[in-house]
């Protein structure tokens, strides 16, 4: 469409300058002629030079300029009409012109866009075009690297090849004398080790298994387990037989019997098993020294019981002359009260007091022997109501000392509800008892809750006094029967109540002990479970 149109607009323009080249043409031939004429009349006015002839004369020019001018004002307005068709024809030729250029420009914008879309294109081809390209160059760079390190190891490799030759030469040789030296080991060993088949066929056994049985090694080697220990070749049982670990009665070739501890092992080599080794080693010495330390046992436990048996009797026998002294040293010194020498009721009232001392003792002993002979059953206890109980009983002592005393929360324990009063009765007894002269008691009763190691449930219970304290390295000395760290003269007691404390804890599978500096005072620290044992509950 673009071409044919330049070759229209060609045509209609050649057109055009034809017409106005004729009108052209046309004028000039008219005003050629005008001049002829009006030339030809004023020649011949010239020549006879009369008026009336002249102007006779000059109509023809007078005609031939009239008709020259309607001549040339036709050629005008020829020219005028083809002058007007001609602008009209160039008009309508530059608006296809224009149409065409704006078609033109149109599509020139266009093929812009798309170059520019494609020049767009194909930088971002040619970017990653060269990401591409980098990456090849690092991908080959590695390549030669990892190309470069192979090389590297493979001459590593051949040249360590004969290094690990020599190595594994090195390791065989070692291996030969590790088996030597565990065949050794075993040919050595006190138990018997027998190796058995899928058969259940002996294919090893060493010089012990020899030295028990009393088969030579070349008779046990293919003999079954049966063969070996049964009794002169018969079956030791399908039960014996059948278990792989614990204690059994062997037969020896001479047809005695000894008992033996042993062990039977599956051997497997890649999940297959293929056959087993048994260990055992007689125990015979051991049976006797189990057998002797049973009688020795029961035998303690006997002597026990009776000693146990003579404390609590002792204790009530000897209560019976005691009070005999007492009672007649008190109506001897009524009745002669006044008679006798200052000396001799000194001496009175040394016996007197030696008797009352007698009394204590034999009743801490005889309560050191409860704990221990016949202990109650364990049941949920208060340890807040035993505290006021154990204060109940200490009210006229307190009230004398004039104590303070701070009891915080204590917790419910699996005990024995007796023994924890006299715990707490011993404990704060000697927290009011062991103070300096003229200072007022002050004591703290506080717990805590806490869990042990293996998630046991404990309580601390903690006994806190102001009093004259101890030097710790004495700790052991005080938990101890009849031990005591000051005189009579200065505190009363037998030294049997930390004693009995400790044998109480003992009992509830818990602990005892204590922090103190002398002169600060003393804390007691006893640990119980919360929960006993169930073995320990009906105990």
Known sequence: MNDAMPSTEGAEHGHEAEQTSLARWILLLAWLSVGLGLGLGAWISFRQARPVSGLVSLLPASAGGALGVLAILAGARKLR???????????????????????QCAESRRAEELLQQARAEADERAG?????????????????QAQKAFW??????????????????????????????????????????????????????????????????????????????GKNGTSAGEASKNRTSGERIFHRKDGTCLPV????????????????????????????????ITQKAAELERSNSELEQFAFVAS????????????????????????????????????QSAAARMRTLINDLLTFSRVIRKPEGFVPV???????????????????????LEVGDLPVVEADPVQMHQLLLNLLGNALKFQAPGAKPVVKIR?????????????????????????????????????????????????????????????????????????????????????????????
Request: with cysteine.
């Open 382 to 404: 208060e340890l807040a109501a035993v505290t006021r109980g154990v204060l109940g009983d200490l009210e006229m002592r307190i009230e004398k000392s004039g104590a303070q």
């Open 81 to 103: 009409r083809n002058l007007l068709l001609m602008l009209r024809g160039k008009e309508t030729g530059w608006q296809k012109v224009l149409s065409g250029l704006q078609v």
């Open 316 to 351: 009530h026998d000897l209560q019976e002359p005691l009070r005999k002294i007492q009672a007649f040293g008190d109506r001897l010194k009524t009745k002669i009260k006044g008679e006798i020498a200052a000396e001799a009721l000194d001496y009175l009232e040394r016996m």
């Open 261 to 292: 501890e042993y062990e039977k092992t599956s051997i497997h080599e890649n999940g297959r098993e293929l056959g087993a080794v048994l260990v055992f080693k007689d125990i015979a010495e051991r049976k006797r020294v189990e057998e002797a």
């Open 447 to 539: 717990s805590r809750a806490f869990s042990s190691l293996s998630g046991e449930q404990l309580c601390e219970l903690s006994v806190e006094d102001n009093g004259i304290g101890f030097e710790e390295k004495y700790l052991e000395k005080i938990f101890t029967v009849f031990q005591r760290l000051h005189g009579r003269n200065e505190y009363e007691g037998t030294g049997v109540g930390l004693a009995v404390c400790r044998r109480i804890t003992d009992r509830h599978h818990g602990t005892i002990t204590a922090r103190s500096q002398l002169g600060q005072g003393a804390t007691f620290l006893v640990t119980l479970p919360l929960r006993q044992p169930k073995e320990s509950l009906s105990v």
């Open 152 to 229: 590297q190891r493979r001459q590593e490799l051949e040249s360590s090849k004969t290094v690990l030759e020599l190595h594994v030469q090195e390791r065989t040789g070692e291996l030969h004398k590790l088996q030597s030296r565990y065949e050794l080991i075993l040919n050595s060993a006190g138990e018997g080790i027998c190796g058995l088949d899928l058969d259940g066929k002996a294919t090893f056994v060493n010089p012990a298994v020899s030295k028990i049985t009393g088969w030579s090694i070349s008779e046990l080697i293919g003999k079954t387990e049966e063969e070996i220990f």
């Open 128 to 144: 990653k075009a060269d990401d591409l390209n980098a990456k090849l160059r690092t991908e080959l760079d590695q390549l030669k």
